[in-house]
């Protein structure tokens, strides 16, 4: 009995524990209730409670709340374990302390046990020992790495995905400022030219072009920005300047021939953007019409889609339609870091396709970091039938009712045989043979046979479809394109700019042509003298133009007049007007 009679005047307390969660991730906050109860006979007070955060789990300072009754309490400095003092329990009473734990970055996962016991002043236990269990979870933003890349086409074989878009596109200068007409100047960014405001000439003050994107492949002509002004006269300077965000820079001199300097990512080989400026020249009503053509050659390294990448752990990916593919929550090692293999599978590829980088590529993972793996390939160059391959097909004129411009009945066949090949080839040029006495009369037949073919001919390919009329000794007399004509030098004597007379019942042909679409481009084609400076022969040129361009003014209406423009180029096959792809 007298041991009995002992015990009951020692004090006894039961703590019990609880947190607010069953699991938690790194950098959560984690509720703990601790109730002191005190199953003795005896009031105890001064107790102090001894609490154990597992390990990484760190006090929220400030978060401490006692109920004991008189909320009289100490927090010892030292956090680990926390030492909460001065609690007074009652006999029968009850005591609660709450509080917050962080969970801190070195955590590890799985089970954490935290726990806590009451002791007197002498530092006895005087209380069982409370436990509470948290399960600490990974987090895939933290704790694992995600695995990205991308198996694309490396035209240069430097084993970076270049892109060839162009930004920050800026244009500037290259003519005198005496000759700009005020409020002639246009920009066509492709849904059709709108007015640029100007109290001066806005290209010599700069003209922002913005972005021009990247052409996707071999075949893709790209797009172009087209920005027009009218001069009284056609005098440049060398000072014309694009620049670009790439660090692309093209200069054009007063001879139209432009240079390309490269700085910057640009020079590193960084990208692939290839801005280029064609200056065109035409006769227009009222003075020079001066277009700047400017278009991005470069061919953005597309990723290929459908690739199958593998990894020794016997994961299978496959690149979605731009080439991309990705692996989440890829475990970073026991050590916090580990070697990931991952292999592309070249069967997935067209035959003879060779890596530009390693395969397996080896990379290092580290928890909560994204990793790279790009794949290198170099795809085989196909050559395209049609688009950029000319087909010269060429008519007799047995096919024509004599005297006249209409295709005999029984040479329908020959021409759906000709619009097979314009398809084929995805254009074409179509060249009909005539006396040099009869050149209106073959200007009549060729736009004949050019409606007969736009009707069999697939729309895509209707504006690459010319048709020409050449002499007997080959010259180019005349040609009907999608958005005006061609004329050949053989107008014009030997250097000179005066139009044979013969010629004007073609100019009457080609006049009422323009007048039915009401406009157009007319190109004057053909080469100038060979004997000439290309000074002399831009000169020559630019004056055979302006002599076309009035012989035509005499036979069009006011309207339709201001709509159309002459142009020179020695090119027969250069398309007519800066609108043509």
């Given at each position: 009995?007298?041991?009995?009679?002992?015990?009951?005047?020692?004090?006894?307390?039961?703590?019990?524990?609880?947190?607010?969660?069953?699991?938690?991730?790194?950098?959560?906050?984690?509720?703990?209730?601790?109730?002191?109860?005190?199953?003795?006979?005896?009031?105890?007070?001064?107790?102090?409670?001894?609490?154990?955060?597992?390990?990484?789990?760190?006090?929220?300072?400030?978060?401490?709340?006692?109920?004991?009754?008189?909320?009289?309490?100490?927090?010892?400095?030292?956090?680990?374990?926390?030492?909460?003092?001065?609690?007074?329990?009652?006999?029968?009473?009850?005591?609660?302390?709450?509080?917050?734990?962080?969970?801190?970055?070195?955590?590890?996962?799985?089970?954490?046990?935290?726990?806590?016991?009451?002791?007197?002043?002498?530092?006895?236990?005087?209380?069982?020992?409370?436990?509470?269990?948290?399960?600490?979870?990974?987090?895939?933003?933290?704790?694992?790495?995600?695995?990205?890349?991308?198996?694309?086409?490396?035209?240069?074989?430097?084993?970076?995905?270049?892109?060839?878009?162009?930004?920050?596109?800026?244009?500037?200068?290259?003519?005198?400022?005496?000759?700009?007409?005020?409020?002639?100047?246009?920009?066509?960014?492709?849904?059709?030219?709108?007015?640029?405001?100007?109290?001066?000439?806005?290209?010599?003050?700069?003209?922002?072009?913005?972005?021009?994107?990247?052409?996707?492949?071999?075949?893709?002509?790209?797009?172009?920005?087209?920005?027009?002004?009218?001069?009284?006269?056609?005098?440049?300077?060398?000072?014309?300047?694009?620049?670009?965000?790439?660090?692309?820079?093209?200069?054009?001199?007063?001879?139209?021939?432009?240079?390309?300097?490269?700085?910057?990512?640009?020079?590193?080989?960084?990208?692939?953007?290839?801005?280029?400026?064609?200056?065109?020249?035409?006769?227009?009503?009222?003075?020079?019409?001066?277009?700047?053509?400017?278009?991005?050659?470069?061919?953005?390294?597309?990723?290929?889609?459908?690739?199958?990448?593998?990894?020794?752990?016997?994961?299978?990916?496959?690149?979605?339609?731009?080439?991309?593919?990705?692996?989440?929550?890829?475990?970073?090692?026991?050590?916090?870091h580990r070697n990931f293999i991952l292999k592309l599978d070249p069967s997935t590829l067209p035959p003879g396709t060779p890596l530009t980088t390693d395969n397996p590529l080896v990379r290092r993972i580290t928890?909560?970091?994204?990793?790279?793996?790009?794949?290198?390939?170099?795809?085989?160059?196909?050559?395209?039938?049609?688009?950029?391959?000319?087909?010269?097909?060429?008519?007799?004129?047995?096919?024509?009712?004599?005297?006249?411009?209409?295709?005999?009945?029984?040479?329908?066949?020959?021409?759906?045989?000709?619009?097979?090949?314009?398809?084929?080839?995805?254009?074409?040029?179509?060249?009909?043979?005539?006396?040099?006495?009869?050149?209106?009369?073959?200007?009549?037949?060729?736009?004949?046979?050019?409606?007969?073919?736009?009707?069999?001919?697939?729309?895509?390919?209707?504006?690459?479809?010319?048709?020409?009329?050449?002499?007997?000794?080959?010259?180019?007399?005349?040609?009907?394109?999608?958005?005006?004509?061609?004329?050949?030098?053989?107008?014009?004597?030997?250097?000179?700019?005066?139009?044979?007379?013969?010629?004007?019942?073609?100019?009457?042909?080609?006049?009422?042509?323009?007048?039915?679409?009401?406009?157009?481009?007319?190109?004057?084609?053909?080469?100038?003298?060979?004997?000439?400076?290309?000074?002399?022969?831009?000169?020559?040129?630019?004056?055979?133009?302006?002599?076309?361009?009035?012989?035509?003014?005499?036979?069009?209406?006011?309207?339709?007049?201001?709509?159309?423009?002459?142009?020179?180029?020695?090119?027969?096959?250069?398309?007519?007007?800066?609108e043509r792809k």
């Amino acid at each position: 009995c007298g041991t009995v009679h002992k015990l009951a005047d020692e004090p006894q307390l039961r703590v019990i524990k609880t947190a607010g969660v069953r699991t938690a991730n790194i950098g959560d906050l984690v509720r703990y209730t601790l109730t002191v109860e005190n199953v003795g006979v005896v009031n105890v007070r001064d107790s102090t409670v001894v609490d154990t955060p597992p390990q990484g789990f760190s006090y929220v300072e400030g978060s401490l709340a006692v109920d004991d009754g008189d909320d009289a309490f100490d927090l010892a400095p030292s956090q680990s374990p926390l030492r909460i003092g001065g609690l007074d329990v009652a006999a029968g009473e009850s005591a609660t302390i709450v509080y917050l734990l962080r969970v801190g970055a070195g955590v590890r996962h799985g089970t954490q046990v935290n726990t806590a016991q009451a002791q007197d002043a002498a530092g006895n236990a005087i209380s069982n020992t409370a436990t509470a269990q948290v399960s600490v979870e990974a987090d895939p933003l933290l704790d694992d790495s995600l695995i990205f890349g991308t198996v694309f086409n490396d035209r240069d074989g430097d084993g970076w995905q270049d892109s060839a878009a162009l930004t920050g596109v800026r244009v500037q200068g290259g003519f005198a400022p005496g000759a700009y007409l005020a409020g002639s100047t246009t920009l066509d960014r492709g849904a059709g030219a709108e007015p640029v405001a100007d109290a001066s000439a806005p290209l010599l003050h700069g003209i922002t072009v913005g972005t021009i994107a990247a052409r996707q492949s071999e075949a893709d002509p790209g797009p172009q920005v087209v920005i027009r002004q009218r001069l009284t006269e056609a005098t440049f300077t060398n000072d014309f300047v694009l620049t670009s965000d790439q660090g692309v820079t093209v200069r054009v001199d007063a001879a139209g021939t432009a240079t390309v300097d490269k700085s910057d990512a640009a020079a590193k080989g960084l990208n692939a953007a290839a801005p280029t400026v064609e200056r065109r020249i035409a006769q227009g009503e009222g003075g020079v019409v001066v277009d700047y053509v400017i278009g991005n050659a470069g061919l953005d390294e597309r990723g290929i889609p459908g690739v199958r990448i593998a990894s020794v752990d016997g994961l299978l990916i496959e690149t979605d339609q731009y080439g991309r593919y990705h692996l989440a929550d890829v475990p970073g090692g026991a050590r916090g870091h580990r070697n990931f293999i991952l292999k592309l599978d070249p069967s997935t590829l067209p035959p003879g396709t060779p890596l530009t980088t390693d395969n397996p590529l080896v990379r290092r993972i580290t928890p909560g970091i994204p990793v790279r793996f790009d794949f290198g390939v170099q795809l085989p160059a196909e050559v395209i039938p049609g688009g950029s391959e000319d087909v010269e097909l060429t008519l007799g004129e047995v096919i024509f009712a004599p005297g006249s411009a209409e295709v005999r009945d029984e040479y329908g066949p020959a021409i759906a045989k000709m619009a097979e090949q314009v398809d084929a080839y995805g254009g074409g040029t179509v060249v009909i043979t005539a006396n040099g006495d009869h050149q209106a009369l073959a200007f009549d037949r060729a736009s004949a046979v050019r409606e007969l073919l736009l009707a069999q001919v697939t729309p895509e390919h209707r504006q690459a479809l010319t048709v020409n009329v050449h002499t007997e000794v080959d010259d180019l007399v005349a040609g009907v394109t999608e958005g005006g004509a061609l004329l050949g030098t053989v107008l014009f004597d030997t250097d000179q700019a005066q139009i044979k007379p013969e010629f004007a019942p073609l100019l009457d042909r080609v006049a009422a042509r323009l007048e039915a679409m009401g406009g157009g481009a007319i190109a004057v084609v053909g080469h100038t003298d060979v004997r000439g400076s290309h000074a002399y022969n831009a000169e020559l040129g630019l004056r055979r133009a302006r002599a076309v361009y009035e012989a035509l003014a005499e036979r069009l209406s006011p309207e339709v007049r201001a709509q159309v423009r002459v142009e020179s180029s020695n090119d027969p096959t250069a398309p007519v007007g800066p609108e043509r792809k």
